[in-house]
């Protein structure tokens, strides 16, 4: 899965979070629970924080739905965890060998009984 797919797969996973407590919070203040978000790239290194993009599209699309529900770069009350691993597949090696070999034989065949 590339970038583009870890990233609509943390909008999925960040839209279905955000009904699930939505559905539990009760109405009063805002902000009733804050989550930040930490991913690990495919090469292991570990980042804190929504991109610019998935941050822009957050506040766009989510935070004005769902105002319970905040998003935070500080101390939270929920953090999501997402893992990127690179989908790679090598293909197959196929190996032939073949070798005729010429060289004169004598003897004498005989058949079992």
Known sequence: MGWGGIHRVMRYAITLFLLTISAFAQSGPACRVTFSVVRKDS???LLTG?????RDWFQKKMAK???????SEG?????LFFSASPAVFHGV?????????ES???GTVTAAT
């Not at 739905?65 to 998003?71: G, R």
């Open 43 to 45: 090469v292991g290194v």
């Open 50 to 54: 929504f991109r610019q993009e998935t």
């Open 93 to 101: 090696r196929t190996y032939s060998q073949s070798q005729t070999t």
């Open 75 to 79: 101390e939270t009350d929920i953090v």
């Open 65 to 71: 739905k769902y105002s319970d529900v905040c998003y």
């Open 104 to 106: 004169p034989v004598q």
